[in-house]
């Protein structure tokens, strides 16, 4: 192993410093990656107890925690479907490999042959809209290329889920690649929030707009990381035919027209939507978070919220208990006219007692009044 140009046997960490009886400081303490003694995990990796992986284990998914800068891999029950895919590109014979993939261990490339086919490989033309299989990609280790894509193709709105692109093969030093699209108008990457390592080429895609406008720096893990922008659609010619971004837009640019498509937003983002908006208040069900975020109230509210309990909510859909909502009033208990759970009221033994079937009470009256007589 490499630690800092001195070769040894294993990196120092907690676990090796007690096999041997050694006691260092904890910030002696270093992470493998390959065969380097590392302080931290690349941003592209993933921690699994001392080690750098670049795929978590089988039954663990890579989750962002606040204790470590990088991903850890945490136990999952229903672990998110993971799919390697080795392909040259995407294509009729093999789209289907991608179906509800969430991680895509490989490289995506959509090109001019997806469409049309291609004799040499025997592969038959694809339509269009079976892109939409890749709605549900999150994450790609590798690299997004998109090139000569068909006029009908308009923007990459089934990739709009798409969260990370981990960078770790590029092309040529690229992570994500849209070239000769001509009818591309938008890129609407929406989801797209991290490429943890190489840059992004946008380039003469003759009627797209918006991307003139793109900073990605916050985008971006490196300083190193660059976005070459070249002969798309003049910034002028956008101006003129109103494809600009939203007003609620930051200086970061957007993906396309709409206050969904911000990189990043002036004021305050919608959780659920991504929608930019001027103030969580204008937001119906949704309390004001960390990070300018308007988050989401409990299920059980109704009219709003303070917070993120069934606690804080301002009123209940269903009922309410104690301090709480809940969706229904537990057992001896019944809700009131104020949507409150109530104990169910028992009559007095009195009461009971007085309750005669109607008609052991005729014959107690008329047996009465012959009495009288």
């Given at each position: 192993m490499n630690d800092d140009g001195a070769c040894v046997e294993s990196c120092p960490s907690i676990r090796n410093n007690r096999k041997r009886m050694r006691i260092h400081?904890?910030?002696?303490?270093?992470l493998t990656f390959?065969?380097?003694c590392l302080r931290e995990c690349p941003?592209?990796?993933s921690r699994y107890g001392d080690t750098c992986v670049l795929s978590c284990p089988e039954g663990t998914s890579s989750v962002k925690t606040d204790q470590y800068s990088t991903n850890v891999c945490e136990p999952c029950k229903k672990c998110p479907k993971e799919c390697v895919f080795e392909e040259d590109f995407v294509h009729a014979g093999n789209i289907d490999i991608l179906k509800d993939c969430v991680v895509v261990r490989g490289h995506i490339a959509i090109v001019e042959a997806t469409f049309k086919g291609d004799r040499y490989y025997n592969v038959p033309p694809m339509s269009p809209s079976k892109l939409d299989i890749l709605m549900s990609i999150e994450e790609i280790t590798h690299y997004l290329y998109i090139s000569d894509t068909v006029p009908t193709i308009t923007s990459l709105h089934m990739l709009r889920n798409l969260k990370?692109?981990?960078g770790q093969k590029t092309l040529n030093g690229y992570a994500l690649a849209v070239v000769f699209c001509r009818g591309l108008q938008s890129l609407n990457l929406n989801s797209l929030r991290h490429i943890y390592q190489g840059s992004?080429?946008?380039r003469k895609n003759p009627n797209l707009c918006y991307a003139n406008t793109m900073n990605m720096s916050h985008i971006f893990s490196t300083s190193t990381q660059k976005t070459v922008l070249i002969d798309n659609?003049?910034?002028?010619?956008?101006?003129?035919t109103g494809q600009v971004c939203d007003y609620q837009c930051k200086v970061f640019g957007c993906w396309g027209p709409d206050a969904e498509d911000c990189i990043d937003?002036?004021?305050?983002r919608v959780e659920r939507t991504g929608k930019c908006v001027p103030s969580c208040w204008n937001v119906t069900m949704v309390y004001e978070g960390e990070q300018n975020t308007c988050k989401s109230c409990h299920e059980e509210c109704s009219g709003g919220c303070s917070g993120p309990g069934a606690n804080q909510c301002h009123s209940c859909l269903n009922v309410k208990f104690k301090s709480s909502c809940i969706k229904k009033c537990p057992r001896k208990m019944i809700r009131n006219n104020k949507g409150i759970c109530k104990s169910k009221k028992r009559g007095s033994r009195k009461d009971r007692k007085r309750k005669l079937s109607p008609r052991?009470?005729?014959?107690?009256?008329?047996?009465?009044?012959h009495r009288l007589h």
């Open positions: 400081s904890g910030d002696q303490n270093k390959q065969d380097i941003a592209y990796t990370i692109i981990n992004v080429m946008i659609k003049d910034r002028i010619a956008c101006l003129n937003c002036i004021n305050y052991k009470k005729k014959k107690r009256t008329s047996k009465k009044i």
